[in-house]
């Protein structure tokens, strides 16, 4: 068992005797003015019946109902279950010099001294952070990884001294290296480099500038904290007889240290940090008000804790109980009397009711529901069951808006975040909260939260953006009421950062569908086109091929109107013949009968027609016919050409 807050305890040890005074000195007074104003022969009589045993009793009972109560209030814990905790910071890695320069003495006791002074004051400032150290001279290397263990890092500090870097000299682009590769690739926190150092450089400048540069680029920031003095202070270290000596070069001069402003400047400069020399009063809470504070800080889980179970409702409901019992036991024993019986069985009844009604009510207050219990059980993270309960709670006391506040908390860490929502605006609305700022501001913030949340899954961008708006205008609400919150700040930025990044997105969005209707528009004319052409191409083969049909049609009509052209000059030719025929044979006719009648009339008149005259004179031709010469064979044989006829 342990006690999560043992001051009472001792408040215990001093309560109970005070208790016991108290009652001592009451009854005192007690009996004191009862012998005043009642008579002492009378005092007996009235007394009678009075148990001064009970009245012990009931003594004891509020002095254990106070011992309970003390006990309670010093919150009694056993029993453990081990869980995650979850801290937000950031990842810090000290670079400390330990080259021989560190140990002039321009700052007391010397500039080592001072430095590793400082990196414990600034680890007292990182609560919440993650701290690393490098240690470096000619070389360097990781003395310490990043933990927030602060005992480890404390005797890795302690064991830093100028020996512990066997190459001499100061690299500070090894240290930067070094504290580089330091930090975990896949970590979201920011990463702070806070370099002590005289700035004494034996590399050349342009290397430790690139090196800061490099470290700029993967969003490192590099603070540099100047130990020593411009003027310098001349070297001497300690033999192991207790001697100093000073160190010399290789020329034999002594070496004189200075503090290098301007290159530490550069350095921060160019690694988004500042330059701060370690002087004056409280300087690593200026480094980190002013440098480390105002970095958002992200939440990652870290290692496992031991979360103890409250206990201290068993001894509440003791005290409770103990109240309970004193005021129902009496200072005198009961006495049955005749008159009284009729009413003894109502009275115990009443009396058995009562009591059995506060043992029920403790039940319920002790066992089941209280905001002790529900705060137990967010602790535990079990935030669902509290949820319920601060939820029951809240509807019972509406007036309370500190049980909606925890229900609306519960409600987020459980993933319900629509009824998160309800339950932050019933905390808002209430006008109980009016005076509490710093609840409103803390439920503008949470308000702000869930409804960025609510609105991240969202497909729909519209409505996405209406959500993400209604959180800018929470967290702007949560600054107006502390404008020192960081946390709203920087959430405020980061929404307004998806915001215009949702908006691009959809300015995006309706470009392409423009580009992609016109696209398609443009499709669709260039397919109307190509369907217009191919019609076109069709009329246009069909038009061809009608024409060749039509000409080869137009010219066998033109060869059927030859042949019929033909055909019916044939015809009329036959025609004519026949005519010509048909005419011939009517001029033979009348030509025969005009000889008929020719030569009858010739035959009448004793002459010859031309017919007897025809015919006289083909025979006298046939006659000369005989009379043409014949040669003889032989000049016929030898006689060449043709055979003249004469």
Known sequence: MKFAQPLFLWVLLAALPAAAGL????????????????????????????????????????????????????????????????????????????????????????????????????????????????????NAFLQSPLTLDDQAFRQNLDAVNVGIIPQGGTALSAAIHTSIAAFEKNNDNHKVIVLFTDGEDHDADTETLAAAKEAAETGIHIFTVGVGTPAGELLRVKDDQG?????????????????????????ATEANGFYLPLQGANPMEALYARGLAPLPKSESTTRLTRVYRERYHWFLAFAAICLLLEFMLPESPRRSHRK????????????????????????????????????SDYQSGDYKAAFDE???????????????????????????????????????????????????????????????????????????????QQAVDSYTHALRLNTNDLDARNNLAFVKRKLEE????????????????????????????????????????????????????????????????KQEQAQKDKEQQEQQAKAGEQKDKDKSQEEAQQAAAAAAAGQMTPDEARQILASQKDDEKTLIFQPDNKQANTQTGKIKDW
């Open 340 to 375: 009284e019986s009729a009413n003894s069985p109502a009275r115990s009844a009443l009396q058995t009711a009562a009591a059995t009604f506060c043992f029920v009510l403790m039940a319920a207050l002790t066992g089941q529901a209280s905001p002790s219990g529900a705060f």
């Open 23 to 138: 009652f001592y000195w009451s009854w005192h007074v007690k009996q004191k003015l009862m012998q005043q104003f009642i008579r002492s022969r009378l005092l007996g009589n009235l007394t009678v019946g009075v148990s001064p045993r009970r009245q012990a009793i009931r003594l004891a009972l509020l002095a254990a109902a106070l011992a309970g109560a003390l006990l309670a209030l010093a919150r009694p814990q056993w029993g453990f279950a081990w869980e995650e905790a979850k801290q937000k910071g950031l990842d810090i890695i000290v670079a400390m010099d330990t080259s021989r320069s560190m140990l002039a003495t321009d700052v007391a006791p010397n500039r080592l001294e001072k430095a590793k002074l400082a990196a414990f004051d600034l680890m007292r400032q990182a609560k919440s952070d993650r701290l690393g150290l490098v240690a470096f001279a000619g």
């Open 390 to 468: 601060y939820n029951r709670l809240s509807q019972q006391n509406t007036n309370d808006y500190r049980l909606h506040y925890d229900a609306g908390a519960a409600a987020y860490r459980a993933k319900q975040l629509e009824k998160a929502e309800k339950q932050f605006n019933e905390t808002l609305s209430s006008p109980a909260v009016a005076p509490d700022l710093p609840t409103q501001e803390h439920t503008y913030y949470n308000l702000g939260n869930t409804e960025y949340r609510l609105g991240e899954p969202l497909s729909e961008p519209d409505k996405k953006k209406e959500r993400w």
């Open 243 to 267: 001697n100093f000596s000073y160190i010399k070069d290789e020329d034999g001069n002594v070496v004189k240290s200075h503090l290098n402003q301007p290159l530490l400047q550069q350095i």
């Open 502 to 565: 949702l908006k691009q997105q959809q300015q995006q969005q309706k470009k392409q569908n423009k580009d992609q209707k016109d696209q398609d528009n443009k499709d669709q004319n260039q397919q109307q086109q190509q369907q217009q052409q191919n019609q076109d191409q069709k009329d246009q083969k069909d038009q061809q091929q009608q024409s060749s049909k039509q000409d080869q049609k137009s010219g066998q009509d033109k060869k059927n109107d030859e042949e019929q052209k």
